[in-house]
């Protein structure tokens, strides 16, 4: 990356990250938001980024397999997001 014109780079904001404690935990998160209208990306071994907005639906999907996720900050509403 150049660094004075980055072509390939991009600074997302509003992005949740889920956290495994593993990696065969995260392939099972991964078929369990499959079938979720959400855009999900795969970041290493153990952790999986998707649009900040699209919280609730993960977390739902995960509750209702009996997983309950720490969750650590806070989510900025629209208007905030606005004020950058």
Known sequence: MSRTNPPGAALHLSVSL????????????????????IHAVRIGDCAVAFPAHQLSIVKGALESQQRYPTVVGSIQSPEAEEDR
């Open 18 to 37: 889920l956290e495994c404690d593993s990696e065969a935990t995260l392939k099972e998160t991964l078929l369990l938001l499959e079938g979720l209208p």
